[in-house]
Each structure stands twice: as C-alpha cells, then as structure tokens.
C-alpha cells in the first residue's frame, strides 16, 4: 500500500461503527475500489473503515482521557452496539440479544423478521450494494457508512472501550452459570459411576460371555491393578507423544477468540505425530517387541492412566485456583472442591506454550487407541492362530484409525469444538481424553480378539458403505462449520444463509446446518453403528460405544443448547424454529 496513509501492520484508533467510540486496531489491508481500510479489532471484530475514522493512536489518547465529559460519546453511547450489550451486567444475554435484533428488525415487521434474517447471505463485502439483504441494510442504517464484516467475538464478548478491553468478566457472571452434569452430587456419582464402568466392561470383555446387563464379575485381587511396568509404558508413550507434540513440526493455527480478544496459538501437527507413532510401531514389531503386551496387561496399563489422570486433575485444580479470572471457563466454580474438580475450571491451562487440554484430547489418548486396536488385532491373530486379522478387525481397525486419522489431519478443526472453546480442564476431560477413550473405546477389537464374527462380503460390503456415509455427514459438516467460523466471509460459503446475532456472530441456516442442528452428531452416530456392526449381535458389549454414544451426543447437544440460547438469545430461538430437529432429520 505505498500510497495510503496508514499501512498494513499499523496499530491505529478505529471509529466503532455509528459512535464516537475509538478502539484499538491493527490495519489488515486497504482497498482501492471501496477505499476502504480492512481493519481488525482487540476482540477479533473486522471491519472496513474509511480514512477519516481512523486516527493515529498518539493523537487519540490526548482526548480519550475525559470519556464522561464528551456530549457525543455519552450520546453514542445508547447508539453503539458495544455499549447496548455491556451497559449493565445484570442484563442477560438473551435480552440484550433481544433488543439488539429488533434494532436491526423493526417491531412493525415482527412477522416478516425471520424471513428477513435468514435471508441474509455471506457474500464478500464491499460498499452496501442496492441487492444486500434488508438485514444488512437495517444495520446500515444504524452505523452509517460502515462495511460490518464480521465480528469473531467469542459469546458475549464484545468491543469495549479501550481501556476495559483486558477487564475480566464481572465474577457475578462466573458465577450464575448453571451447573452441569447432575451438579453436586452429581459430580460425586461421576467421579466414582466413571472408573467404575471402565473396570467394569474391562472385567466383562474377557468373560466368555460377556453382557451388558451381567452382574459384575468378581473383582481380581488388588495387586492384578498394578503393574510398574505398565506404569512405565504409559509415562513414555505420554512423553514420547508431547515431544512430538512440542517439535517445530507442522502449523501454528490460531484459537477463537477468548473473552480477552486475544487468541492463543497451538502447534497443529497431530497427523505429523501419528505418522511418527506408527512409523516407530512398525518398527518396533519388526524389531521383535511384542504389542500382544497390551492385550495381557489392559488392566494394569488402564489403573496407571486413571493414577495419571486423577493425579493430573488435582494439578489442574489446585492451579485453576491461582488463575485470573479471565482465564477460567464460565463453569466449574461452584465453590464445592468435588464439583470443580470434576468439571475442571481453567479454560487453558498452559505450561509455557504447552497447552494441556489440548494436547491431551488429541494425543496420548487418541493415537493411544490406534496403537491399542493394532495390538488387539495381533493378540486376535496369535490368540485365534489366523495368519490375518479377520474381517470384522480388520473393518473395526481401519474405520477407528480413519476416524483419529481425519481428527488429526483436521485438527484445527478442534479450537471450534465445544470442549476447547467452552469446557475448563479438570477430572472429566482428564479421564475421558486419557483413559475412557483409549480403554473403552477399543472395546470392540478387545471384544474380537475372543469372540470371533465371521461376516460375509456383501455385510462387509453395506458395512462399509454405512461408514462412509456417515463419514461423509462427519466431515463436511464440520468443515463447513469450522470455516464459516474461522472465515464467516469465505466466498466459498457465499451460497449459505445465515441469521446474524447480537454477539455479532451469525447461525448458518442452511447447508448441513439447516439439515438438523448438529449434523455432525448425525455423522458420528452412523459411524458409531459402523464400529459395532462387524461384532455381531451376539453380545451387548460391542454395542457399548453405540449406546454411550447416543446418551453423550443427546446430552452434549442439550448443554450445547443452552450454552447457545444463552449466548445468542432470541436469534437461538429463531435458528430453533427454522431448523426443528436436533440430530436426526423428522424424529429428534
Ligand atoms: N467420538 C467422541 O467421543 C466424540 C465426538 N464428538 C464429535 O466432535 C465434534 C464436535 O462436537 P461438539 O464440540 O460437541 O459440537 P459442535 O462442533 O457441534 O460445536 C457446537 C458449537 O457450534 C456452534 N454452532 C452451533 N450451531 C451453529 C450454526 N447453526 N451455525 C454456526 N455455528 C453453530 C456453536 O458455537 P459458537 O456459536 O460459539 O461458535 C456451538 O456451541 C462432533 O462431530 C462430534 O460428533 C464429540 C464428542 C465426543
Ligand atoms: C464420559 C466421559 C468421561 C466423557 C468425556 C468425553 C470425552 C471422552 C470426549 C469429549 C469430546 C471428545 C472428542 C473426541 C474424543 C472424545 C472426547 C474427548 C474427538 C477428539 C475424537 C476424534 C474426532 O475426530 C474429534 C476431533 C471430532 C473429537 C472431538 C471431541
């Protein structure tokens, strides 16, 4: 840009649109044609300013010190959408989304309203073109000659004057989230209900006949649980996965927006670190290691990973409670030590730029079940004497790897999920990414390694074909989400309709999207009835993941629910009434 007068890079003050508020911002680009500035504010917001609404930082502060003294800005003040949704913390969300629609939707056109904001298309921005949806053009109306691109707020994250940019969340707000998971004594039943059904299936799989509904079998005695080898094998399989984790391998992707606007970094270079994984696997069983070890020793190699995890947990606890406010999640401080340290309260619990939560969702625990599959599949072939593992392990293998595979190659997909931008990090994630994914997710190549399920080729062949439709669903549908929040502007994604919040984030309506409101769920769930399948019917266990599955993705979607209708408000209803079905089009 050599002929403008503010350049890429620049810091600046950027007028917010239709007040005489100025933030901070960093200029991205300039545009000839519109002779716009793309600019982008502390909170992740873009917009496109004109020249005259910017000012160079040093002239701004002489003026910004007296804020209640200026008639206008105390005037903007009601006018600037900023200031609409944070003037009183009291206010909740949902109203503040309420006025904030009808801001942009007058009353007189109630009716009409849905159609009109569902209408509204992501086309590439440039100056308010006489085609633009009317949503677009109400919000015009009120901001005056401002291009409103796209605000990558955070939930109720907003533009705030400068000076409050930093502020953590009034405590108050912490504080009134409601609680998860059966609250109080729900987290006690957890704690204990968690590692006690993974002892139990673990006991049942090696049972001849194996059942859901069986009483438990006795319990081994105490010293079966341990082994200081396992405990051995499951710290370096933990260590060898964070060097790769830390190595300058691979991307450094951005995260959402916190609350802060600061975005964190993460080294994305998951399938960079199952590749390696593998590599040293084959390796080792061409060198002579035996895997079939995981086999004999699940028990006690699934008690050192619960030791590890609770004792990460307590670590987790105990420093969540010296992290600042804006650096905890909006749940797990109930004040009950049991409940918090349940649910976990640090939202990202770092190590310098190691970060925790990340980490452990999608690594030792991940590839970890890989590895376990793998190891089964030879523990099937030495403990059936097959030269080959058998169709149904074979099919169990192949679409759990494609699954972490897909994870792993699509890992920035991940900073978009509930977990990573919402969930704080303690005992649930804990044991969930270290010891329920790797030892009961594998439970149906456990289970073939001693029930084996011959399967003709047309049972493999529709097998197959269910898995890659739900793959299919899977996948796309969390792309086409993933992008639309990563780049809500993408030309890509133009064709899609889309109702604009208050947080200045908007819902896709259509696409996957207006197919139910979590296709991804849909996906996952035929993938899951692909996993059992190749086990038979003869027994329950197998179906195990099915039918954990359906209560996790029925529960994660009603917690998602009011997480959404809490953040997005009566634009959440509106998204409810257009799109009716949560996961299965016509019947859920
Ligand atoms: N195998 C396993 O054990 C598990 C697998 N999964 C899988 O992980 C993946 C991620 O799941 P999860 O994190 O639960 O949920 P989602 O990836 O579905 O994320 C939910 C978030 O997406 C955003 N969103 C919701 N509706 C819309 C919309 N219409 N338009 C745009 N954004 C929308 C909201 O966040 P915001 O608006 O704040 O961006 C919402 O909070 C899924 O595929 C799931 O199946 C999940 C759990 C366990
Ligand atoms: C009962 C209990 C302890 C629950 C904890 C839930 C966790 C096991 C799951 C929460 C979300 C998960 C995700 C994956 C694994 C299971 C957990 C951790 C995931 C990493 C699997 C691979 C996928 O491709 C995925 C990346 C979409 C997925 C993300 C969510």
Redesign the pocket.
């Known amino acids: 840009m050599p002929t403008v007068k503010y350049q890429k890079g620049d810091t600046v003050m950027g007028r917010w649109p239709g007040s005489s508020l100025y933030y901070e911002v960093k200029v991205l680009g300039f545009k000839p044609r519109t002779q716009l500035y793309t600019v982008i504010y502390k909170d992740g917001t873009e917009l496109e300013l004109k020249e005259q609404d910017i000012k160079s930082v040093s002239g701004f502060q002489t003026r910004s010190r007296s804020r209640s003294r200026s008639p206008s800005r105390r005037r903007s003040r009601s006018r600037s959408p900023a200031r609409t949704t944070r003037r009183s913390s009291s206010r909740t969300t949902a109203a503040v989304a309420a006025t904030a629609v009808t801001e942009s939707a007058p009353s007189s056109r109630r009716d009409s309203k849905l159609k009109d904001t569902v209408e509204v298309r992501l086309s590439p921005l440039v100056s308010a073109a006489a085609s633009e949806a009317k949503v677009e053009a109400e919000s015009e109306k009120n901001q005056g000659p401002y291009n409103l691109r796209r605000r990558k707020a955070d939930g109720d994250a907003k533009p705030e004057l400068l000076e409050k940019a930093k502020a953590p969340p009034a405590p108050a707000a912490i504080h009134s989230t409601p609680l998860d998971f059966g609250g109080k004594i729900g987290a006690y039943f957890w704690l204990l209900f ?1 590692p006690a059904w993974v002892l139990f299936v673990i006991l049942q799989v090696n049972l001849k006949d194996p059942s859901l509904v069986n009483a438990p079998p006795p319990l081994p005695p105490l010293d079966a649980f341990w082994d200081a080898q396992a405990l051995g094998f499951v710290i370096l399989w933990i260590l060898f996965q964070a060097l790769l984790y830390i190595l300058p391998v691979g991307k450094l992707s951005e995260g959402m927006p916190l609350r802060s606007g600061e975005r964190l970094k993460y080294r994305t270079n998951g399938f960079f670190a199952i590749v390696v994984s593998a590599i040293v696997a084959g390796i080792a069983v061409h060198q002579g290691v035996d895997l079939t070890y995981v086999h004999s020793h699940f028990l006690q190699l699934a008690t050192a990973t619960f030791i590890i995890s609770v004792l990460l947990s307590i670590y987790l606890y105990v420093r969540s409670r010296y992290a600042s406010s804006a650096e905890l999640a909006l749940g797990g401080n109930s004040g009950n030590v049991v409940y918090d340290f349940f649910k976990g309260h640090e939202l990202n619990p770092r190590i310098k730029n190691f970060d925790l939560k990340f980490f452990c ?2 690594r030792p ?2 590839i970890g079940w890989c590895l376990i599959n793998f190891a089964m599949a030879l523990a099937e072939m030495k403990q059936q004497n097959l030269d080959a593992p058998s169709y149904a392990m074979i099919l169990v293998n192949l679409f759990q790897l494609l ?2 595979v ?2 792993l190659w ?1 890992e920035e ?2 900073l978009t ?1 509930m ?1 990573l931008m919402h969930d704080g990090f303690g005992f ?2 804990a ?3 270290l010891v ?2 790797p030892f009961t997710y594998t439970l149906q190549a456990y289970y073939l390694v001693s029930h084996p399920n011959s399967l003709s080729l047309p049972a493999v062949t529709a097998i197959v074909i269910l898995k890659l439709i739900g793959f299919y669903i899977f996948r796309k549908s ?1 792309s086409e989400k993933n992008a639309f929040r990563r780049n809500p502007s993408d030309p890509k994604l133009s064709h899609l309709k889309t109702i604009p919040t208050a947080t200045g984030k908007s819902l896709l309506v259509s696409g996957w999207w207006g197919v139910v409101r979590h296709p991804n769920y849909l996906g996952d769930l035929i993938m899951a009835l692909a996993w059992s399948l190749p086990c038979g019917f003869s027994h329950l266990l197998p179906w195990y993941y099915m039918i ?1 599955f359906i209560i ?1 993705l029925v529960h994660r979607d009603s917690r998602d629910m009011s997480e959404c209708r809490r953040k997005y408000g009566s634009a959440w209803d509106e998204y409810c009434r257009t799109v009716r079905y949560r996961i299965i089009p016509r019947v859920y």
């Open positions: 968690l969702e999608m625990g991940l699954y972490v897909d994870g699509n997909a991940i999920t977990d649930m994630l044991f969930g990414d329920w994914v969390n954990y996790l």
